[in-house]
């Protein structure tokens, strides 16, 4: 399955040797993550309390082209790699949408098939994404959502979410459902495609960057095996602590 995604999304959106195969261009940076400890009754996991721990961050523009200009509305990635105490590591990915447009990989597979270019214009089918979309209604929101992915003023101005739900392990032998955010210590702030359109090709990586990791905790009978369907927006949120950003990473290619 996973052969086959790649080599369908490379249909779709090209091929770059030696690249990543989508999320390829990116820039890696050192980073602290400062626990709030607000969420330490209900997880035993260890960078989530009680000091703060090492980060390695990986930003990114979500396409397979590592050349594509930064000024367009496009997929956004927050990649952490969290260093553990005990010499391992956790990962925790976002991206610049909420909900996703496919709740299973098949579902993902019939979406690429859709939006293959249709030769005679160059562009995907609208009939066929049309058709994707009344196939399966809950794909409906995500793929909205990413039409309308936002130009951030920079990498840290945008929101990420980390899109699937999770279950901590509480101290206690709770088990607790959650879903993860990072909000940007600026709030957001984006361009208009008319300001985006004199900027550099590659401008997304300046300016101070800090996020706020905010965590919506579920409840019995929210579903936590469907990227496309979010939780009613009155669940509780807690912050689970803070991400600063301190400087790029050295070596970007390793
Ligand atoms: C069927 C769905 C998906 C497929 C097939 C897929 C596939 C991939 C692939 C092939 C890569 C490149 C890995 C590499 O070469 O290092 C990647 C990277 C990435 N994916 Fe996904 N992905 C999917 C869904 C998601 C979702 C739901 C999220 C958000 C939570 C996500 C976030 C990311 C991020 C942030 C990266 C870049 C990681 C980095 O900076 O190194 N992906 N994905």
């Known amino acids: 399955m996973a052969v086959t995604a790649v080599d369908a999304i490379e249909h779709v959106s090209g091929m770059y040797a030696g690249q990543r195969r989508v999320h390829a261009r990116g820039l ?13 009754s209900l997880t035993s996991a260890a960078h989530l309390g009680p ?5 390695v961050v990986r930003f990114s ?3 397979t082209n590592p050349t594509v200009p930064d000024g367009i509305r496009a997929g956004r990635g927050l990649a952490t790699r969290f260093f553990l105490p005990d010499g391992s590591t956790t990962d925790l990915v976002s991206v610049n949408i909420p909900v996703f447009f496919a709740s299973t990989p098949e ?4 979406l690429l098939d859709a ?18 979309a009344a196939a399966h209604p809950s794909a409906a929101a ?3 959502e990413a ?12 929101r990420y979410w980390a899109i699937h739900a999770f279950v901590w ?15 940007p210590d600026t709030g957001l702030l984006e361009l208009s495609e008319q300001e985006a359109a004199g900027k550099d090709p590659e401008y997304l990586a300046d300016g101070p960057v800090g996020f706020a990791l905010r965590v919506q905790l579920g409840q019995d009978g929210d579903p936590t095996d469907d990227p496309t369907k979010a939780w009613p927006a009155d669940r509780p949120e807690i912050v689970a602590g803070h991400l600063g950003i301190t400087a790029p990473v050295t070596d970007q290619d390793h």
């Open 107 to 110: 579902q993902f597979l019939e």
């Open 147 to 158: 039409a309308r992915m936002p130009i951030p003023v920079s990498y840290g101005t945008a």
């Open 115 to 132: 939006l293959k270019k249709d030769p005679s214009t160059g562009a995907p089918s609208p009939e066929k994404v049309k058709a994707y």
């Open 28 to 40: 890696c940076f050192d980073a602290t993550f400062t626990p709030s400890c607000e969420a330490a």
């Open 169 to 183: 392990d509480g101290p206690d032998g709770g088990h607790h459902p959650v879903r993860y955010r990072w909000e």
């Open 61 to 63: 523009n979500s396409n």
């Open 142 to 144: 995500g793929l909205q």
């Open 51 to 55: 000091g703060p721990t090492p980060v």
